[in-house]
């Protein structure tokens, strides 16, 4: 059992970031790492953002500068995600100038997925990170280079917690990295097979809603990993 911090961490993908539990703006309170906090009456914070690829998780934790009294919290996702930093600055969703972009295939960023950032959208394209997408995948698109990027990003985030004296749990998002070494299952399964397996209600997204993310946190403090 983990002890001696004042406040969680979170960090993933959409899962984790609460996309479609209601209040996922900058995040939820109502995912497994939120309900954990407000269990054991600690702070919450989380750097999760949707469609995140692995090594930009990593960044995430690199970048954030309060890790002491913390305990991470960090839900890996689908090693097929390629995070780069571009050479030049863009417009991301809300406005904000970034540089990091998450490359996936069937990328819904770059295929009108949604109807409120077709602007955004085109902007990606205006730019030819559509081009850069395609040709990133037909190139490198392979398991072998995906999990070779995506145990990278793992072990520097370990030796970065390790270095700081900074515990944390790290969960399986899904099946492809459970057997990872310090990457806890949930049962067996990784997040969404084990959502999948229970038959737990999706948002029309495709995002586990709150059923599953109680479970995942009972399951978490019933096996005394915090």
Not at 34 to 50: G, R
Not at 66 to 73: A, S
Not at 158 to 169: G, H
Request: aromatic share 12%; proline share 4%.
């Amino acid at each position: 059992m983990l002890s001696n911090f004042k406040k969680i961490l979170s960090a993933g993908c959409s899962f984790i970031q609460g996309s479609e539990l209601g209040d996922e703006h900058p995040f939820s309170h109502q995912t497994y790492p939120a309900l954990i906090a407000k269990q054991l009456q600690v702070d919450y914070d989380s750097v999760a953002y949707p469609s995140a690829s692995n090594q930009g998780i990593a960044k995430t934790l690199f970048d954030y500068k309060r890790l002491d009294n913390c305990l991470v919290i960090v839900q890996w996702t689908f090693p097929s995600r390629l995070g780069v930093n571009l050479s030049y600055e863009y417009k991301g969703k809300h406005g904000q100038n970034k540089q990091w972009f998450d490359l996936a295939p069937n990328n819904w960023d770059l295929i009108n997925h949604f109807n409120e950032y077709r602007e955004y959208t085109q902007q990606l394209k205006d730019l030819n990170i559509d081009k850069l997408h395609d040709v990133v995948y037909r190139h490198t698109g392979n398991d072998d280079n995906f999990n070779f990027y995506t145990l990278l990003a793992i072990r520097a985030a370990q030796q970065l917690l390790a270095s700081t004296k900074t515990p944390y749990i790290f969960i399986a998002g899904c099946n492809a990295l459970s057997n990872i070494e310090g990457v806890h299952n949930i049962d067996g399964l990784g997040f969404v097979e084990y959502c999948d397996e229970k038959k737990f209600l999706k948002g029309p997204h495709n995002h586990p809603l709150h059923e599953a993310h109680q479970s995942v946190c009972n399951f978490i403090l019933d096996k005394k990993l915090v």
